[in-house]
């Protein structure tokens, strides 16, 4: 069964840092791609950064673009964002996900974890 777990969201001053992770099993990186997405308060789900199965390579969009970094360690199950230079725009829920095999559309994903929030205060 396929299971993802986040972690490490919590409360930061702008311009801080934090990492997430995600734990995951019942699937491995060698066949699916993992993806974080995020959910502000009346906003629809925004895709953030992803890892391809394939090739290993990254996408995320523009706005995280050089402040964010998405990294898998499939030896440990857990995929992790290390979020840089943290905006009060970036405050939201974000999620952890897994199901097509490469980042080329962000609606291919269908396995979900719970969550964890993350703000950012000015």
């Known amino acids: 069964q396929v299971r993802l777990a986040e972690s490490g969201g919590g409360l930061v001053q702008s311009g801080g840092s934090l990492r997430l992770s995600c734990a995951y099993s019942?699937?491995?990186?060698?066949?699916?791609?993992l993806a974080w997405f995020r959910q502000a308060p009346g906003k629809e789900r925004e895709g953030v950064a992803c890892i391809s199965s394939d090739d290993r390579s990254t996408y995320y969009t523009n706005s995280v673009r050089g402040r964010f970094t998405i990294a898998a360690d499939n030896a440990k199950s857990t995929l992790y964002l290390q979020m840089d230079n943290l905006k009060p725009e970036d405050t939201a829920v974000y999620y952890c996900a897994t199901d097509p095999p490469s980042c080329n559309n962000w609606g291919d994903f269908g396995h979900w974890g719970q969550g964890t929030q993350v703000t950012v205060y000015s």
């Open positions: 019942g699937f491995t990186l060698n066949y699916y791609a």
